[in-house]
Nanobody, 125 residues
Framework: QVQLVESGGGLVQPGDSLRLSCAISGPLRDSESIGWYRQAPGKGREKVSCIWFSARNTWYADSVQGRFTISRDNTKKTVDLQMTNLKPEDTARYYC??????????????????WGQGTQVTVSS
């Protein structure tokens, strides 16, 4: 069974950077993709970024484009989210998830099957 564990969250100031990591254990098929999502208190879940696990197709939400970078290491089975120039509105619990679907620069549409427990990111001065 696939399991995902997020790490790297914390309390930072506006303008700071953080690197989140999603460690994946269990069988992951070549066509499965990974997504990063976030949920702030009182708000719905927001899709942040996606990456095709066996290729380099990536997608970013407009709100993070140019500030966040998603990457993956197939040897280590990790997917990282490098976040720079963080803003208070980036405050949320961040989750990684795996599933089948489409990941292109213009879209990320995944049928998600497994989720991690999340890691909290708080951006505050």
């Amino acid at each position: 069974q696939v399991q995902l564990v997020e790490s790297g969250g914390g309390l930072v100031q506006p303008g700071d950077s953080l690197r989140l990591s999603c460690a994946i254990s269990g069988p992951l098929r070549d066509s499965e993709s990974i997504g990063w999502y976030r949920q702030a208190p009182g708000k719905g879940r927001e899709k942040v970024s996606c990456i095709w696990f066996s290729a380099r197709n990536t997608w970013y939400a407009d709100s993070v484009q140019g500030r966040f970078t998603i990457s993956r290491d197939n040897t280590k089975k990790t997917v990282d989210l490098q976040m720079t120039n963080l803003k208070p509105e980036d405050t949320a619990r961040y989750y990684c998830a795996v599933g089948f679907g489409v990941v292109q620069s213009s879209q990320c549409a995944l049928d998600l099957s497994h989720w991690g427990q999340g890691t909290q990111v708080t951006v505050s001065s």
